[in-house]
């Protein structure tokens, strides 16, 4: 039920946290009036009202004590005295010693992966770790596996991006120097291949260009990943952090998953550090409903900016003027054409030629680096496009592009997102 009751102030005792789960229809306005306070890691300026979208869940923190103004409607605000803060506090130290270490010694720094089922806040972890690093002045990569809910960009993409400063509350992780491989679904379970090997991809792209110096790599890396933690996803978890070799496995509140990625981990490499985290009491379970509008959300943002800022362009261009692939699926190979008793399957990386038709109606397709479609699953993605109309008599799409002027390729992917706004 939303509640607007004015201008309300809550006042927090140290390590005390006000949980806000703003209404679903209208903004909230919040500004810290006295003391200090952080959002996910990020500090909160003094006096100085900042505004949040509907339907945005957070939590303010404060180490010392600090008092909170809200205006306008929320659904939920508490205040806890109960939080995980300290054990996250002191992952951060860890790493922290960690990338001292590596800094004088040349060396790369931490790699950690937060891993748990969904809704464990592991995306809000993976925020305080990075935020907390750049207030120390670090440049930490985010690398972001999570498919369906990921930070950096549309969903249906695996990507990383260096963190220079802490995290906006509201604005998020800034997608600008962002390194971008194109899923293309929002599930894993379509092409389960397809995803190990754009993880493989995004691996090998990061390690082959080199920090430029030893801060900068021994900032190490912070690496979200799904909430799919059984079966397939529990393998494509352990597959993520051998790819991305990480050494620090932090597994939010699930006794089940750390004893499996333990054992499973420690028998290949012992020196990988599996630690059991809590999950924080304030983590908003959301249901299919809200997850599908956060997706939605994440393309709009992409075309019309967090506050419906930017101007995106519509172009009409003949079919001609592009190519567009799917990865993954096509025709079998014959029967004939495989050794004696190998079954035939769709190979799970083969580059598909797509041809124009109202089925690419509506569809969110990626704009790719590659020079030839046989490159295409090794490279990443310089943007998205929205498709708007596919006329067939004319052979003639209309597209929606972020940008004026022609685009970078015309080797396009496409997946099954598809967005209808
Ligand atoms: N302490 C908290 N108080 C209030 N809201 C919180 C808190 N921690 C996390 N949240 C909110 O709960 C929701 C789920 O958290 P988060 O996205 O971090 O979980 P997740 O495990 O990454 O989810 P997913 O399953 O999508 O990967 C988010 O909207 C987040 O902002």
């Not at 907390?132 to 690398?143: S, Y």
């Not at 109202?358 to 030839?372: D, G, I, M, R």
């Not at 929606?400 to 015309?410: F, I, K, R, S, V």
Request: glycine share 8%; proline share 7%; charged share 20%.
């Amino acid at each position: 039920m939303a509640v607007k009751m004015g201008t309300q102030k809550f006042v927090l005792q140290r390590e005390n946290e006000l949980r806000v789960e703003v209404g679903m229809n209208s903004a909230l306005h919040l500004q810290l009036v006295d003391g200090t306070a952080e959002i996910f890691g990020s500090e909160l300026p003094p006096m100085f009202w900042m505004t949040f979208p509907a339907g945005h869940k957070f939590a303010v923190f404060t180490w010392n004590g600090c008092t909170i103004e809200v205006d306008g409607v929320f659904d939920v605000a508490y205040v806890a005295d109960e939080t995980p803060m300290v054990s996250y506090a002191n992952v951060h130290s860890v790493l922290e010693q960690r990338r001292r270490r590596a800094k004088d010694g040349f060396a790369a720094g931490p790699r950690c992966v937060v891993g748990g089922p969904t809704d464990h806040g592991k995306s809000s972890l993976a925020r305080m770790l990075l935020s907390w690093a750049a207030r120390e002045g670090w440049r930490p990569t985010f690398t972001d596996l999570d498919i369906g809910q990921g930070s950096i960009t549309i969903p249906g993409t695996v990507s990383a991006t260096p963190v220079e400063m802490p995290i906006h509350p509201v604005e998020g992780v800034p997608s600008n120097q962002a390194l971008v491989y194109f899923y293309g679904h929002t599930t894993p379970s379509v092409n389960v291949n397809l995803y190990k090997a754009l993880v493989q991809e995004l691996t090998r792209k990061l390690d082959s260009e080199p920090a430029s110096n030893p801060d900068l790599q021994a900032a190490g890396m912070v690496i979200n990943t799904m909430g799919w933690v059984e079966g397939v996803g529990y393998e494509l978890l352990l597959h993520a952090i051998e790819t991305l070799r990480a050494d620090t496995v932090l597994v939010l509140g699930q006794e089940k998953l750390h004893t499996m990625l333990q054992t499973a981990l420690n028998a290949r490499n012992p020196a990988v550090e599996v630690v059991k985290l809590h999950k924080s009491g304030g983590v908003v379970t959301r249901n299919r409903d809200y997850r599908q509008h956060t997706r939605v959300q994440k393309i709009n943002e992409y075309f019309y900016g967090i506050s419906q800022e930017l101007f995106p362009h519509c172009f009409v261009a003949n079919f001609s003027d592009f190519q567009v692939f799917r990865l993954g699926g096509g025709p079998q190979a014959p029967l004939s054409a495989l050794p004696i008793g190998a079954k035939p399957v769709a190979d799970p990386t083969r580059v598909v030629p797509v041809r124009f038709s109202k089925e690419l109606l509506h569809a969110v397709l990626s704009v790719s680096f590659a020079k030839v479609p046989e490159d295409l699953l090794k490279s990443n993605v310089a943007g998205f496009i929205h498709i708007q109309d596919v006329d067939m008599e004319r052979q003639k799409v209309t597209y929606m592009a972020p940008c004026p002027g022609p685009l970078p390729n015309q080797l396009l992917l496409a997946g099954s997102l598809v967005w209808n706004p």
